[in-house]
């Protein structure tokens, strides 16, 4: 199985800071990969595709990059919405795997 | 209005059966896949597997596959996720997710709302 594993865990800011969550493969997965946000109690919702593609009506302060095995999301200026759960997945090859998760807190 | 919509909210006994459902509306269900994806209470997201519903194809996890079956009845658009023999430890929530993936990943971008199923004696 491809492991997925972000960085950091847990991250604490403020609103209107830059923030950027980093997600590794263990081995190369070109750009399939995918971002995901979640809100306690609520289902993931689709950040970024294909790496860097912005998912229709995601604002445009998040952003993806990367290709093969080092991938980042970036938020550019905080807001209080994004104050939530973020998580990476590979769609390279069978099984699918999630990175653990990174919880963005309000410091 | 392009929706999954899950079913309710499941309580069964060790050992038990159970069939939980998925339904599409608002798009052509055999164009894209469906997964299942599992959260433990506090946990990380964990794929468990897709269905082509277009030809019932199934990709599993093989932490998963042996204790689950995936599948799908394109005539009315729902996907399944069923367990012959429950266990105390598939208690927790359940997320159907629809994908696409010719030549790109394209994300899993329509979601359920989630059933939670809590097996006890």
């Known amino acids: 199985d491809i492991q997925m594993t972000q960085s950091p865990s847990s991250v604490s800011a403020s609103v209107g800071d830059r923030v950027t969550i980093t997600c590794r493969a263990s081995q190369d997965i070109s750009n399939w990969l995918a971002w995901y946000q979640q809100k306690p109690g609520k289902a993931p919702k689709l950040l970024i595709y294909?790496?860097?593609s912005l998912q229709t009506g995601v604002p445009s302060r998040f952003s993806g990059s990367g290709s093969g095995t080092d991938f980042t999301l970036t938020i550019s200026s905080l807001q209080p919405a994004d104050f939530a759960s973020y998580y990476c997945q590979q769609a390279n090859s069978f099984p699918y795997t999630f990175g653990q998760g990174t919880k963005l807190e309000i410091k | 209005e392009v929706q999954l919509v899950q079913s309710g909210e499941e309580v069964k006994k060790p050992g038990e059966s159970l069939r939980i459902s998925c339904k599409a509306s608002g798009y052509t269900f055999t164009s894209y896949w469906i997964s299942w994806v599992r959260q433990m209470p506090g946990k990380g997201l964990e794929w468990m597997g897709r269905?082509?519903?277009?030809?019932?194809?199934?990709n599993y996890n093989p932490s998963f596959q042996g204790h689950v079956t995936i599948s799908a009845d394109k005539s009315i658009s729902t996907a399944y996720l069923q367990w012959s023999s429950l266990r105390a430890s598939d208690t927790t929530i359940y997320y159907c997710?629809?994908?696409?993936?010719?030549?790109?990943?394209?994300?899993?971008?329509?979601w359920g709302q989630g059933t939670t199923v809590t097996v006890s004696s």
């Open positions: 997710a629809r994908g696409r993936s010719s030549g790109n990943f394209y994300g899993m971008d329509v």
């Open positions: 269905i082509d519903p277009g030809d019932s194809y199934t």
């Open positions: 294909a790496a860097s």
